[in-house]
């Protein structure tokens, strides 16, 4: 076993095996926690599934009570509730279902895949370290696991939950597994089970794809097998389209490129600010580092509706605000919260704009404030899907000069962000109040728009006081008549 239960899991472990005691019911501890605890896997909040003979709801509301855990029904018709227990700042889900059979056995065969089969009785064994000795283990599981192979349990496993053909790729991706052979075949017969499925699930899936540190693998391979195309149907628009010399790819081989080098990127890098970004939650449990491959992945999106030729040339003039536009109704479909559409199409929308920079002689004080202005917190996600997209394009009209002035200019801004960042903000020189006080003004879009441009120019030192601010701010004033 490469994992031992920590002091907090056993504690916790021993409080539910009491209860179950007292009520005198039989708990298997079943699935990804014993599948974790044999891979070594570490998780930040650790997920515990539980399976009982019947009346799992009932049990799971009275041990909320005694835990003093937050309860929830997931699925009343099928006998399944969750409990959300915080132990030393760490969360612990715990999750408790009915059979699905007469007993254990019939349970298991309708688990996903075999590496989930695996069902541990919650007695005293599991606390001694003898636990190997009383796991059931029906459907080689750990066989499975040692192999690194996902394998479906039986023939009818995506009819019992369509989801499961998304998740056969996060779990490999998470483990680096290898898709058993005729379980992709049941993939590819029963894809179009996919589109039963919610996309609150589906997004979850994804993001757990797209959070393992080889997501380009599995979004090739997914497209490999047209399922990419039913999770993001805009895939098809990009496909087989050129773009010109200055690329060497169609778009979406483009786009799949951009993000196998972001992946680099951030394999390589050392910078201990960049990478702390990218572990930053956007939303629970969803990170920056996922949503970035996103961005990265649908940075083009809206080139094949951009797509013109002029005088014999392919243009793709305004595809970042067309690409951003899609980017919004993607993030609607999948349920992405607010802050995760704001930055997927600050992302899009901006990605040329480093590159636009790189091509001055000298990048002036207001060129470095509008980018930092325009991009605000996704700013380190724009230069580095701008600086993926870049090291992706190696058409006849790259040149070694230009990609060499891209990277020192995304080099440079990522330093003076996070410069930035540990700098107090500067304090507005005036503000509303005083311009409408000063220059008799009603409130109005105006005086955002004048407040706007004073930030600018004390941000590049233009002005200094307040009586500099305010005589600024008279010239922005159109003079009545």
């Given amino acids: ?27 298997y501890i079943v699935g990804g926690f014993l599948r974790d605890l044999i891979t070594g896997r570490e998780k930040e909040n650790r997920d515990i599934d539980f399976a009982l003979q019947k009346n799992a709801i009932a049990f799971g509301r009275a041990l909320a009570k005694r835990l003093g855990a937050g309860f929830v029904i997931l699925d009343k018709e099928h006998g399944c509730c969750r409990l959300v227990k915080k132990v ?52 080689a599981g750990a066989k499975d696991i040692r192999s690194g192979v996902i394998r479906v349990v039986n023939k009818r496993s995506f009819d019992e939950d369509p989801l499961r053909i998304l998740r056969a790729f996060s779990l490999a991706a998470i483990f680096s597994f290898k898709i058993e052979t005729q379980t992709l075949k049941l993939i590819v017969r029963k894809k179009n089970k996919l589109k039963e499925v919610s996309a609150e699930r589906v997004r979850d899936e994804l993001f757990k794809i797209l959070q393992s540190a080889n ?9 490999e097998l ?70 990265a992945f649908l940075h083009d999106i809206g080139k094949p509706r951009a797509r013109r030729r002029r005088e014999g040339k392919l243009i793709f003039h305004g595809h970042e605000r067309v690409g951003r536009d899609i980017a919004r109704d993607i993030a609607r479909r999948l349920r992405l919260s607010n802050d995760e559409s704001d930055s997927l199409q600050r992302m899009i929308f901006l990605h040329l704009r480093p590159g636009y920079l790189a091509d001055n002689p000298v990048l002036s004080a207001r060129a470095r404030f509008r980018f930092f202005r325009d991009a605000h917190d996704q ?51 005036v503000n509303g109040d005083d311009l409408i006080r000063k220059f008799k003004l009603e409130p109005s879009v105006l005086i955002g728009k004048i407040l706007s441009e004073l930030e600018e120019l004390q941000a590049i030192g233009k002005i200094k006081t307040k009586e500099e601010a305010l005589v600024a701010a008279a010239k922005m004033i159109p003079r009545k008549g």
């Fill in 88 to 139: 030393l700042g760490r969360i612990y889900t715990l999750d408790f279902s009915d059979f699905r059979g007469p007993g254990v056995k019939e349970d298991l065969l309708h688990r996903d895949f075999t590496i989930n089969t695996l069902a541990l009785p919650l007695k005293e064994p599991v606390f001694s370290g003898d636990w190997k000795k009383t796991v059931i283990d029906l459907y």
């Fill in 215 to 223: 997501a380009f693998v599995y979004l090739k391979m997914l497209d």
């Fill in 1 to 27: 076993m490469a994992k031992h239960l920590t002091a907090e899991e056993k504690n916790l472990l021993r409080g539910v095996m009491a209860f179950s005691r007292e009520k005198r019911v039989t708990l």
């Fill in 226 to 295: 047209r399922l990419l195309e039913l999770i993001i149907p805009e895939v098809n628009m990009m496909r087989g389209m050129d773009q010109g010399p200055y690329h060497h790819l169609d778009i979406l081989e483009h786009s799949f490129e951009s993000v196998r080098q972001l992946e680099r990127i951030i394999r390589f890098t050392r910078n201990k600010q960049i990478l702390a970004y990218l572990e930053e939650e956007v939303s629970y449990e969803r990170k920056r580092r996922a949503l970035l491959k996103l961005g």
């Fill in 379 to 429: 700013a380190i996600s724009v230069l580095l899907v701008s600086l993926a997209d870049q090291r992706s394009t190696r058409g006849p009209l790259t040149t070694r000069d230009s990609r060499a002035s891209h990277e020192k200019l995304v080099a440079g801004l990522i330093r003076e962000y996070f410069r930035a960042r540990k700098e107090k903000k500067l304090v507005r020189l």
